[in-house]
Nanobody, 120 residues
Framework: QVQLVESGGGLVQPGGSLRLSCAVS????????MGWYRQAPGKQRELVAA???????NYVDDVKGRFIISRDDAKKTVSLQMNSLKPEDTAVYYC??????????????WGQGTQVTVSS
């Protein structure tokens, strides 16, 4: 059974930092990308950052230079270091793992979400 358990969310003042972590367990064919999405009230879920199996990273424009994603395949964890946080970063953050099954499809797995609130 696949499980993704996030930790590290909370309340922080503007300009502050938080580190999100996601512990992944279960059986996979071949984990491809690992990433973080977020969903603010009234908005669609959006990709924040992703990291491929080769270490290539991808960030949404408004977090570039502020957030850093990393993964540890041995420990099956993915982390998101968030610096210089802004009120508009407030959202529920979800961990995502994409498991490559074969050339026809991949399976997406999600964590339960962790709240990040940036407010003074």
């Amino acid at each position: 059974q696949v499980q993704l358990v996030e930790s590290g969310g909370g309340l922080v003042q503007p300009g502050g930092s938080l580190r999100l972590s996601c512990a992944v367990s279960g059986s996979f064919y071949n984990i491809d990308s690992m990433g973080w999405y977020r969903q603010a009230p009234g908005k669609q879920r959006e990709l924040v950052a992703a990291i491929g199996s080769g270490g290539h990273t991808n960030y949404v424009d408004d977090v570039k230079g502020r957030f850093i994603i990393s993964r540890d395949d041995a420990k099956k964890t993915v982390s998101l270091q968030m610096n210089s946080l802004k009120p508009e970063d407030t959202a529920v953050y979800y961990c995502n793992v994409r498991d490559y099954v074969d050339y026809t499809h991949s399976d997406d797995y999600w964590g339960q979400g962790t709240q990040v609130t940036v407010s003074s």
